[in-house]
């Protein structure tokens, strides 16, 4: 750590209120490299689990922090809360995987599949409100 480099006091809460990776930490340390830190001191015997960085999410003061960005790029300093100690909510999401859908017609000699185009999926999720 260089002379004059902050420190910060972070501890991380996944989603059933368990804190884990309560540590010091550089102001120069990226979110990236807290989460790989996550992945691996991840606690065994829990029902949701991370298998890669991409499937976290860190959150800070309302906002999900970015990999290649920096503590002291959000400004997350020690002497805000009575304590020290900066509690971080960490979301497991993994990443959505985006599968062709596809429709199947029976023929007389075989089956044709039909890829669905983006007017049926439009119809499918969309959603309209009215205020009276």
């Known amino acids: 750590m260089a002379e004059g480099e902050g420190c910060i006091e972070l501890k991380f809460r996944i989603y ?21 830190k996550l992945v691996a001191e ?7 689990t991370p298998k890669s960085v ?19 790029d959000y400004r997350i300093t020690f002497g805000e809360i009575p304590g020290g100690v900066v509690t971080m909510h960490v979301v497991v999401q993994p990443p959505v995987t985006k599968k062709k ?6 023929l007389d000699h075989g089956i044709t599949y039909i890829e ?15 205020i009276l």
């Open 16 to 36: 059933d209120g368990t804190d884990i990776a309560h540590s010091t930490y550089s102001s120069s340390t990226t979110v990236g490299t807290l989460k790989q």
């Open 42 to 48: 991840w606690p065994q015997g829990k029902t949701v």
């Open 54 to 72: 991409s499937d976290l999410k860190l959150i800070h003061a309302g906002k999900v922090l970015e990999n290649n960005k920096t503590l002291a």
């Open 101 to 106: 859908q596809l429709h199947t017609y029976g």
């Open 116 to 130: 669905k185009n983006k007017d049926d999926k439009q119809k499918m999720n969309s959603c309209s409100c009215t």
